[in-house]
């Protein structure tokens, strides 16, 4: 039986659902719909297909989400590969690597690849149509998954299905059509052949590295040579730098599918099956309103929101009591360091406001004030001239690098649990209620030697507080960054 290895493609940044998605920390690591992120929910659609021979997941994400994303794949117990770009060049370069990571150990499996941050609300169907795409795929040919239409949508592209295959529902691709204009749209979905493409794909390793080399043999050269380079460590598989930064950066539609549409050369087929099964890229709040359950006038609220004669209405509570009253399609998301007020129609406009973040240079584009490192999360809880104060949990085990700093120094308060801190010389247990003192330019370590975690307050004070005031001087996760 043809193995079938999940494919996740993880390095969106997902902007226009700000100020929950960060750059830093984007919508696919978020648990959007339910208590899973949109991440594993992706994974977890592949629960069930017992009669499908499944081979571990292969993650390809930025590196920077790397410790996250392993974490994230720990709760779930979720054993798999994760595979870094070191920067990103969108997703027919990472589905390349992925084909050259997947036979490494000389195999040829058929790889489902799936972008991290959409959602599919029912799964029993995607599950028949990933068995009806499989013989399609194993035959050679690259299968893409359709989404039937319900409205004339023209913030998708469209795949016109051409003549049939003779499987239920499968036919060739007779076109790749850019996103359309309203009318176009609406006559897309009067002719009933046009379908919104998903971003969803599934073919044999080999035959996506023999496509890609046929139509972009530029991008394919580039990843052998950053592939050839690279190492693995631990579960991260990890690419050249400097050959993966020469690649030619493009799209899986771009490079290959629209040009195998309606071929008749020696290209692998292009393939359709169309998916109807509650599918949405979430690609702004409206999207992510229209999937999520809603109370008889039409609202969506989470956390400690109140809503008092309010319809068709979105309102997300992260820190605080949100009170609504009177309004009606609205979208509302209330973070820690940030409140979101938009028009249900205009949420595609908030990557506006995340580009004037950035050309301001403000933070709020790129972290939230939660950060996530690998051995824990610190929270800014409060900063002010040359003062800064944080809330810091450890995990059990873990350890923050051996460092020093030029321009601060630092008071630890034990909340709960205990630590083990190396400062200069000394190594010393510091417990529950008790604090410690670490003067400007002293070498120290923060560790948490218990079973459960350690929580604490660090106060820093100095004449420059930004977190790349760190000289690392050993670090257990091998990280040059903060």
């Known amino acids: 039986m043809q193995s079938l290895i999940p494919v996740v493609l993880s390095g969106g940044s997902g902007t226009r659902l700000w100020p929950l998605s960060r750059e830093k920390y984007p919508k696919q690591l978020l648990p959007l719909i339910g208590e899973d992120s949109l991440l594993q929910a992706t994974l977890r659609r592949m629960e069930g297909l017992t009669d499908v021979q499944l081979g571990a997941p292969l993650v390809v994400c930025n590196?920077?989400?790397?410790?996250?994303i392993a974490e994230q794949l720990r709760l779930m117990g979720t054993k798999g590969a994760i595979l870094l770009e070191p920067v990103g060049r969108n997703t027919a370069p990472a589905l390349t690597l992925a084909a050259?990571?997947?036979?490494?150990?000389?195999?040829?499996?058929?790889?489902?690849?799936?972008?991290?941050d959409h959602v599919i609300m029912d799964v029993a169907s995607f599950q028949g149509v990933v068995r009806l795409a499989m013989p399609l795929a194993t035959e050679g040919k690259i299968v893409t998954f359709g989404i039937t239409p319900d409205s004339p949508e023209t913030g998708y592209g469209y795949i016109q299905a051409g003549e049939t295959l003779g499987r239920d529902g499968a036919s060739r691709i007779a076109r790749f059509v850019e996103k359309p204009d309203l009318a176009t749209a609406q006559a897309y979905l009067d002719a009933g052949s046009y379908f919104w493409n998903s971003g969803l794909f599934m073919m044999r390793a080999s035959v996506w590295l023999s496509a890609i080399g046929y139509c972009r043999p530029d991008i394919l050269t580039a990843c052998r040579a950053a592939w050839d380079q690279g190492s693995?460590?631990?579960?991260?598989?990890?690419?050249?730098?400097?050959?993966?930064?020469?690649?030619?950066?493009?799209?899986?539609?771009?490079?290959?599918?629209e040009r195998i549409a309606g071929c008749e050369s020696s290209l692998p087929v292009g393939a359709f099956v169309p998916l109807s099964a509650g599918?949405?890229?979430?690609?702004?709040?409206?999207?992510?309103?229209?999937?999520?359950?809603?109370?008889d006038q039409g609202n969506v609220s989470q956390g400690d929101a109140l809503l008092e004669n309010c319809h068709n209405m979105l309102v997300m509570a992260e820190h605080r009591l949100v009170a609504c009253i009177g309004v009606e399609d609205m979208v509302v998301v209330e973070t820690?360091?940030?409140?979101?007020?938009?028009h249900m129609s205009k949420t595609q406009h908030v990557k506006r406001i995340v580009d004037r973040l950035k050309r301001e240079g403000r933070p709020e584009s790129e972290l939230h004030r939660k950060v996530f490192r690998p051995w824990g999360w610190y929270d800014g809880v409060d900063s002010g001239k040359r003062f800064q104060v944080k809330r810091i949990v450890v995990k059990p085990g873990a350890a923050l690098s051996l460092q020093m700093h030029h321009h601060r120094a630092?008071?630890?308060?034990?909340?709960?649990?205990?630590?083990?801190?190396?400062?200069?010389?000394?190594?010393?247990?510091?417990?529950?209620?008790?604090?410690?003192?670490?003067?400007?330019?002293?070498?120290?370590?923060?560790?948490?030697?218990?079973?459960?975690?350690?929580?604490?307050?660090?106060?820093?004070?100095?004449?420059?507080?930004?977190?790349?005031?760190i000289v690392r001087f050993d670090d257990v996760y091998g990280r040059n960054e903060s």
């Not at 050259?100 to 991290?116: K, Q």
């Not at 599918?279 to 109370?295: E, I, N």
């Not at 820690?336 to 938009?342: E, I, K, N, R």
């Open 336 to 342: 820690p360091d940030a409140v979101l007020v938009s």
């Open 410 to 469: 630092e008071h630890w308060i034990v909340v709960s649990g205990t630590a083990q801190v190396t400062r200069g010389d000394a190594s010393y247990l510091v417990s529950e209620n008790e604090s410690t003192f670490i003067p400007l330019g002293t070498r120290h370590r923060l560790e948490n030697p218990g079973c459960v975690p350690l929580e604490m307050i660090e106060v820093q004070s100095g004449s420059y507080l930004g977190e790349d005031d």
């Open 63 to 68: 590196e920077e989400y790397r410790f996250v």
């Open 279 to 295: 599918w949405s890229d979430v690609g702004a709040w409206d999207s992510l309103w229209q999937v999520l359950p809603k109370d």
């Open 100 to 116: 050259l990571a997947s036979m490494r150990d000389g195999e040829d499996p058929t790889l489902l690849v799936m972008p991290a």
């Open 232 to 257: 693995a460590d631990g579960d991260f598989l990890r690419v050249g730098k400097e050959a993966f930064m020469r690649c030619p950066s493009d799209s899986i539609d771009y490079a290959v599918m």
